[in-house]
Each structure stands twice: as structure tokens, then as C-alpha cells.
């Protein structure tokens, strides 16, 4: 059975730092590439970034370029996401993907306040 | 604004059959599979339909269509607790990345 455990959400300030882990099983993780999805309270599905099944290629939606940065360990079946420069509007609940199969983890509440 | 076009709401009565629409493009619906999405309050998205199928333990009350850059999501016999937000997504060719739509929220009068 495929899960995906996310984790390391919280409040931090406008400017801080924090890093998402995805915990993934029930699968080949090295296979198949992941992705970052959030969702601001009360609106839609926005997509964040994507990695392949070995790391070597990753994409970013514009809004978060060059602040986010994602990554993945296959050793430990663990994908990442580091958010850095961080901006009252990327609040949201972030949830890691495995787009392919329709998979999702459920997901982790990143509050950018002060 | 989002690359996939869906209502914002939709309605109907308890055993009635609704319909919702997802408008794309070539380079995303036209050419990939189209996942169908429902979303209760608090909870992750959880998956409906791909590729006009449904995965095991999803009701055949759901079922999805595609035709040329469009696709629909139907639900028959519609039940109280199908009240949620549904989205459709697909891969897009052209970005290189899964694309979504706006979400329809469905009320159940």
C-alpha cells in the first residue's frame, strides 16, 4: 500500500526558514518522480516543484524560484522540500505527490506569520 | 488563475445525476490523462477517477469522460456526503508539470 507521510510543518516568521520531509513507502521510491503541492486556506490546488526518480532534474512554479529548493534522499525513501525567504502568502497546507497514481500524503500546515 | 478551466459550484438533489466540467488544451488534456479529484473539508484530495477509470473502492456512482481538450466528471445518484470540491488535473507537455483546475464545489440541496 502506498504512503506518503509528511512532515515538519509549523509557524515561522516572514523571512524564516523551514524543511518539509516526505516519508514514502509501499513502493519504489527511486522509480518515480514527486512532487510539492499546497493549498492556501480556502482556495485551490497550487502546484510548487517536482524532482525525478534520481534527483538529477527538478522544476519550480514561479512563485516559488530560487527560495524553495527540493530534494530527495532515496536511501531513506524520504523526499524534501527546503522553503527559505518566506512570505506570508506561501501559508498553506503542503502536500507531497506521486502525480502518476494519484497518490497523496495528507499533507502538513506551514503558517508564515508574525 | 488556473491552466484548467472548471465551474466554480455545482448542485443537485439526493439521487439525481450532476455533471462538471474541466476545459484544457491540447498540450495537457488533449494528450494526457485526466485525473478527477474529491476534496472534503480538512481532508487531502483523494483520487476519483484517472484516466477514466476508478481506482478500487471508489463507487461506480463516479465516472469521467474525455473528449478532445475537455473532460467531465458525472456522478449519479447523488448522495449527501458527495458535498465536497473537485478538481481535475492533468500533465501538462508544454510546462512540464501537472496542471489543475479552479475546483467546483458541489452543494447537495
Known amino acids: 500500500e502506498v504512503q506518503l507521510v509528511e512532515s515538519g510543518g509549523g509557524l515561522v516568521q516572514p523571512g524564516g526558514s523551514l524543511r518539509l520531509s516526505c516519508s514514502a513507502s509501499g513502493f519504489i521510491f527511486s522509480s518515480y518522480e514527486m512532487h510539492w503541492v499546497r493549498q492556501a486556506p480556502g482556495k485551490g490546488l497550487e502546484y510548487v516543484s517536482a524532482?525525478?526518480?534520481?534527483?538529477?532534474?527538478?522544476y519550480y512554479a514561479d512563485s516559488v524560484k530560487g527560495r524553495f529548493t527540493i530534494s530527495r534522499d532515496n536511501s531513506k525513501n524520504t523526499l524534501y522540500l527546503q522553503m527559505s525567504s518566506l512570505r506570508a502568502e506561501d501559508t498553506a497546507v503542503y502536500y507531497c505527490?506521486?502525480?502518476?497514481?494519484?497518490?497523496w500524503g495528507q499533507g502538513t500546515l506551514v503558517t508564515v506569520s508574525s | 488563475q488556473s491552466v484548467l478551466t472548471q465551474p466554480p459550484s455545482a448542485s443537485g438533489t439526493p439521487g439525481q445525476r450532476v455533471t462538471m466540467s474541466c476545459s484544457g488544451s491540447?498540450?495537457?488534456?488533449?494528450?494526457?490523462?485526466v485525473y478527477w479529484y474529491q476534496q472534503l473539508p480538512g481532508t487531502a484530495p483523494k483520487l476519483l477517477i484517472r484516466?477514466?477509470q476508478r481506482p478500487s473502492g471508489v463507487p461506480d456512482r463516479f465516472s469521467g469522460s474525455k473528449s478532445g481538450t475537455s473532460a467531465s466528471l458525472a456522478i449519479s445518484g447523488l448522495r449527501s456526503e458527495d458535498e465536497a470540491d473537485y478538481y481535475c488535473?492533468?500533465?501538462?507537455?508544454?510546462?512540464?508539470?501537472?496542471?489543475f483546475g479552479g475546483g467546483t464545489k458541489l452543494t447537495v440541496l
Open positions: 484516466n477514466n
Open positions: 488535473a492533468a500533465w501538462d507537455d508544454s510546462l512540464s508539470a501537472p496542471v
Open positions: 491540447s498540450s495537457n488534456i488533449g494528450s494526457n490523462y
Open positions: 524532482i525525478s526518480g534520481n534527483g538529477g532534474s527538478t
Open positions: 505527490v506521486k502525480f502518476d497514481s494519484g497518490f
